[in-house]
């Protein structure tokens, strides 16, 4: 006479039947949620969305230090004024000198450090991605970059060039106000930012865990 099979004992508890099978809806007794929303798997989009919104506010604050380097380290561009008949005229003192593409290469040049720098920071405060992290990036980027071009014109000279070519004297160099001829410079420090951020996730992130088939019901050898 073979004794009899005894079957294995039931699950004492929740977590042991959602240890056994790892998977199913959401909700049910023997599975564990995994509701990105509730906060159960990881910090839940609530706390992604608040995270994403404070790094767009503080990388688009980071557009003041770059207006003010913009303003503080692009080269001037002279310009002369004088007088033709009745009217003031104002023109390039040199007229070949590349002192506006140096202009826009400057901005360009600080807006690609500015992104490298601020993908650098969030990733070691985050150690991590996420698509609300980095359409923070994105957008606190394109809009620090906007700031920077504002605030950079505004501390230059007056825009009023007839006004400084007649305060200057005829004939008198003086600064042309500060602009941003290539408008293509203010996508720099975003897709910089982008770029770094995404590479630094890839290779330094943290790697999802490797994923088992559910295990199989247990089948008693008598049955």
Do not use: C
Request: charged residues 15%.
């Amino acid at each position: 006479m073979s004794a009899p099979l005894t079957p294995p004992p039931p699950p004492h508890d929740h977590e042991q039947a959602a240890a056994s099978y790892p998977y199913g809806k959401a909700g049910d007794v023997a599975y564990p949620r995994h509701g990105w929303w509730d906060g159960q798997d990881g910090p839940g989009m609530k706390a992604e969305i608040r995270e994403a919104a404070v790094t767009t506010v503080a990388v688009a604050l980071g557009g003041v230090l770059l207006g003010v380097l913009w303003w503080w380290l692009a080269p001037r561009v002279p310009y002369v004024g004088g007088v033709i008949g009745d009217n003031w005229v104002v023109y390039p003192k040199d007229s070949e000198g590349e002192q506006v593409i140096g202009v826009d290469g400057t901005f360009s040049l600080l807006a690609l450090g500015f992104g490298a720098v601020s993908a650098l920071v969030v990733f070691l405060v985050r150690r991590r991605g996420g698509v609300p992290l980095v359409v923070a990036l994105a957008v606190g980027g394109l809009l620090g970059s906007l700031l920077a071009w504002w605030l950079g014109v505004r501390l230059g000279p007056a825009q009023d060039v007839i006004a400084q070519a007649r305060s200057a004297g005829e004939g008198v160099t003086f600064d042309a106000p500060l602009k941003l001829s290539a408008k293509g410079a203010l996508l720099a420090w975003p897709f910089a930012a982008l770029v770094l951020h995404l590479g630094l996730t890839g290779l330094f992130g943290p790697r999802d865990p490797e994923q088992f088939s559910p295990a199989e019901p247990y089948v008693s050898p008598g049955a």
